[in-house]
């Protein structure tokens, strides 16, 4: 929430919720210019104002109802003026309302559900290996097949089931047909062609000189372009390290096994895990590193073996870790830190690197030299912290998830539920009509939605009683039309479809969660009323108190006598650079000499001998003046310890008690101005709004 909707509670004296009640037999507890208000209206604030939100500070039912009353006097003031009418008012609403609405739009259950399996997961690191066969997520069908089939030819293979000649022969027509693959040999490009056909017909030879089945085939076959480092091995990783359904498969997975075929945002991947171990935590390290780069000779390798152990040796000879880091380090970006990284998880850094920081064994304790691909570390145990509790990182997880493709679960949840609450149902034969009025106009964003006049306007799907028609579905299409590629344009409305089906259908549940929901009505009422406090009290108080400067000075004027400086002295103070310079000083003083004179004469040897300060000070701003209340030279030279000089004191002139001008107390009178038209506007509002209490409703309430 931000500062003006803290603003906005202030005003609103911390009512809370507002309810329209509209059952005719509700007992009516007050009424304000005659307009009723309900029993459950006044309990839900009384109510709602004497648990947490009162901090234990209860107020009783009759103290409630004067400031609940002056409350909703100045909401019906708000409306009188017309404010509830504004653009401004209307769209900063709508905003908040949003804000509100987004935990009603998803399914809770999901969500509590990914919650706790996210955290369940982080138990346990799983090390695998993947092959990734990459397609877009709006490929064609044709595109997705060849991908399809291509990744289920690899999988059987690293289980040992080849590809027989008849397999090959059928994936070459499908991979000649693929959209990248044909535009490229039209070209007389074949390079690509044979890289992925080759990837499939030479499975066999790749299986039979593989040691391991799968990280020895995954580089002859996988398109993640980091295979050749790795094999395609991502080390440990955790719940939330990878998407979605990628980290699914890894956990459902037992070690030793192959995946099934798993789609991401990527491709298909198939993935073998090699091991499952209990969450090592996070830990925090420093390390000296001795470099040598990815094209290093053996005789750099060697030097920088030398290096780390010179450093190594006189880390035990007891000299200082961070001095060594700071001194000697390669690691520009940590050695001014004296080494320290980042705190990591597993996963992050080099598998030699992590397995040795996590197996020092206590704070301070340092590894002997490892070698990583990047050169040879000794690393420093600062601090090591297990998985912390689900209660310490659930608000953290909440965010990540936010954040993650599993986020999607809870509202596809949600717009199944819809769906089935509601009796959808869908005819798809009046969607395909389409195919009749699509063309590449659509791909080129020209297309225009009365295209679809001729079709007749026919209900696609209905929801709650609620039609929606061919038209409607014109208009979506053309608010979602773009410059796009050439591609299939009926696969293109299919997916918009799509969008347009789940966008209505959550539309169609944002407008129900007034009726549905009681404390989201509460709630919106209470966001709604302080708006309109905060726009009101602005107009009235805060900013007339500031831009009405006539008012503001006659409000001064007339109350001057509050704003009173006490007693001040006027003093010059003669900061000397010796006791000489103070004695000449003192005797150039009582000669009269002007300030201008004494500093001219002093200073003519040396600028250094004199400097001058004119201040007004209060009583005990200045312990000096404090001891020398009264006009003239102060008897005694001061010796300043701070600033090592000698002061000669001398106080021009003793102030009187005076009233401060306004612009020497302007924040102090735009205060009490504010204050004093705040009581007026209540005064008139008192007067304005005549409140009549039922105390035999109000005496039910306890």
């Known amino acids: 929430m931000n500062m003006k909707m803290n603003k906005v509670f202030t005003v609103a004296l911390a009512l809370g919720a507002i309810v329209n009640c509209s059952k005719a037999q509700e007992p009516v507890v007050m009424t304000i210019n005659d307009k009723p208000i309900s029993k459950s209206e006044f309990e839900a604030v009384y109510r709602k104002n004497n648990g ?138 074949s390079a690509i062609y044979k890289a992925k ?61 192959v995946s099934p075929v798993v789609r991401t945002r990527f491709g298909y991947h198939i993935l073998k895990v090699y091991d499952k171990r209990e969450s090592r935590g996070e830990i925090f390290v420093s390390h000296i590193m001795a470099k040598f780069g990815k094209d290093a000779t053996e005789q750099d390798k060697a030097n920088a073996k030398t290096k780390i152990d010179e450093l190594y040796t006189k880390l035990k000879a007891g000299q200082s870790f961070e001095e060594l880091a700071r001194q000697f380090s390669d690691d520009k970006q940590t050695s001014d830190r004296g080494g320290q990284l980042q705190p990591f998880k597993s996963g992050k850094l080099p598998k030699a690197f992590e397995d040795a920081a996590f197996g020092l064994k206590a704070n301070n304790d340092y590894s002997a030299p490892i070698m990583t691909q990047y050169g040879w570390h000794i690393i420093k145990r600062n601090e090591a912290k297990g998985l912390a509790s689900f209660d310490e990182i659930k608000n953290e997880l909440k965010t990540r998830i936010a954040r993650d493709s599993r986020s999607q679960m809870g509202k596809t949840a949600l717009i199944e539920r819809v769906k089935k609450e509601n009796k959808f149902t869908e005819n798809l034969k009046n969607r395909d009509e389409f195919k009749s009025i699509m063309d590449t106009t659509y791909l080129k964003a020209t297309w225009t939605a009365a ?113 009173l400086w006490d007693e001040r002295a006027e003093v010059s103070t003669y900061k000397c650079l010796n006791e000489k310079v103070a004695k000449d000083v003192r005797k150039l003083l009582k000669e009269k000499k002007t300030e201008k004179e004494i500093t001219e004469i002093i200073n003519k040897p040396s600028q250094l001998n004199l400097s001058v300060e004119n201040v007004t000070y209060l009583k005990t701003e200045n312990k000096y003046v404090d001891d020398n209340w009264k006009v003239g030279i102060a008897p005694k030279d001061i010796n300043d310890d701070k600033e090592k000089k000698i002061f000669v004191i001398v106080v021009n002139k003793i102030l009187a008690k005076s009233p401060k001008s306004l612009g020497e107390c302007r924040g102090l009178v735009t205060a009490d101005y504010q204050n004093y038209l705040e009581k007026e506007w209540l005064d008139y509002l008192k007067k304005k709004y005549i409140v009549k209490v039922n105390n035999d409703v109000l005496s039910t309430i306890k």
């Open 451 to 563: 295209r679809a006049k001729k079709l007749g306007n026919k209900e696609i799907f209905n929801l709650g009683g609620k039609s929606y028609t061919q038209n409607d579905f014109a208009q979506f299409l053309e608010t979602q039309m773009t410059f796009r590629s050439p591609t299939d344009v009926n696969e293109v409305m299919k997916g918009i479809y799509k969008t347009w089906v789940d966008e209505s259908v959550v539309n169609f549940e944002d407008a129900q969660l007034e009726k549905k929901y009681v404390d989201f009505r509460n709630l919106l009422r209470e966001y709604r009323d302080g708006i309109l406090l905060f726009d009101l009290t602005d107009q009235k108080v805060w900013s007339k108190a500031v831009k009405d400067t006539s008012g503001l000075k006659d409000f001064y004027e007339k109350n001057k006598n509050n704003y």
């Open 52 to 189: 947490k939100e009162v901090n234990n500070a209860t107020k009783s039912v009759n103290e409630y109802v004067d400031l609940f009353s002056l409350f909703k006097s100045k909401v019906f003031e708000a409306e009188s003026l017309g404010l509830d009418t504004l653009t401004s008012f209307k769209n900063e609403l709508l905003g908040y309302r949003r804000q509100l609405a987004a935990p009603y739009l998803t399914d809770k259950n999901t969500n509590e559900n990914l919650l706790n399996e996210a955290y369940g997961r982080m138990k346990t690191e799983v090390r695998a290996s993947h092959i990734l066969v990459r397609v877009e997520e709006t490929a064609l069908p044709k595109d997705t097949l060849e991908a399809w089939t291509r990744i289920h030819l690899i999988r059987d293979a690293v289980l040992g089931k080849l590809p027989t000649a008849a397999d090959i022969a059928n994936y070459d027509k499908l991979l000649k047909n693929q959209s990248e693959v044909a535009k490229t040999l039209k070209g007389k490009d």
């Open 197 to 257: 056909l080759n990837s499939v017909k030479y499975l066999a030879d790749y299986y039979k000189n593989a040691t391991d089945k799968f990280m020895d085939i995954a580089p002859k076959t996988s398109d993640d372009p980091s295979v050749i480092d790795n094999k395609g091995d991502l080390n440990f990783f955790s719940s939330l390290d990878m998407v979605y359904p990628f980290e699914s498969a890894a956990y459902t997975t037992k070690v030793g096994d």
